[in-house]
């Protein structure tokens, strides 16, 4: 069974900095794509950013380009989503999500059958 958990989710100061983790357990995920997604309150969850099994594929949100950076340590069987420059509206939940496609990768909800239980992330003054 797939079983996704994300973790270093936390209260940040606006410009402050987060790494968010998501780890498996079971399954090796340097066979999946994964995806970053969010859902601040009252909105839908959103992509954030993708890297496709091989690597070789890496997209973010247009809102995110150049302040988040995702990762694989396949030695440790992780996928990290490094948030720097933070702002208010990074607020809500994180969730990582992953799906055994080969060579690309995607930020639609839909395309990803596993997911973890998410990791809040606010973003306060």
């Known amino acids: 069974q797939v079983h996704l958990v994300e973790s270093g989710g936390g209260s940040v100061q606006p410009g402050g900095s987060l790494t968010l983790s998501c780890a498996a357990s079971a399954f090796s995920l340097d066979r999946y794509a994964i995806g970053w997604f969010r859902q601040a309150p009252g909105k839908n969850r959103e992509g954030v950013s993708c890297i496709s099994s091989s690597n070789s594929n890496i997209a973010y949100a247009d809102s995110v380009k150049g302040r988040f950076t995702i990762s694989r340590d396949n030695a440790k069987n992780t996928v990290a989503l490094r948030m720097s420059s933070l702002e208010p509206e990074d607020t809500g939940v994180y969730y990582c999500?992953?799906?055994?496609?080969?060579?690309?990768?995607?930020?639609?909800?839909?395309?990803?059958?596993?997911w973890g239980q998410g990791t809040q992330v606010t973003v306060s003054s």
């Open positions: 999500a992953a799906e055994p496609i080969r060579g690309v990768c995607v930020m639609t909800a839909m395309d990803y059958n596993y």
